[in-house]
């Protein structure tokens, strides 16, 4: 999946249009939006890993099962339109405590 300027709004592709990038045709003054925004979709897919990896209640793992399908989508959608050299250099730590987080 990509986004072009096409499924952006006429204002928001008018605005972004002049703006320089160093990510490919992402505007530098969304970078760290979209890191943020990266980062944040990892930490949350890790969570409800580390919540399917010790529940044993129906419930709460139906609860888990759903929310991970939204954050893989969101986590997917972020990773298609932003480079990988580009991503936070702490991942590694999210990754760990997104996953502790879902365990405990």
Known sequence: MSISSDSLSTSHASELAGAPSL???IPDTLIGDLRSDHAGETGAVRIYQGILAV???????AFAER??????????????IFPNRLHSRLLPIWNVAGFLTGWL
């Open 67 to 80: 929310h991970i399908a939204t954050e893989r989508e969101h986590l997917a959608l972020v990773s298609a």
């Open 55 to 61: 529940s044993r209640d129906p419930d709460v793992r």
């Open 23 to 25: 990510a490919g045709g």
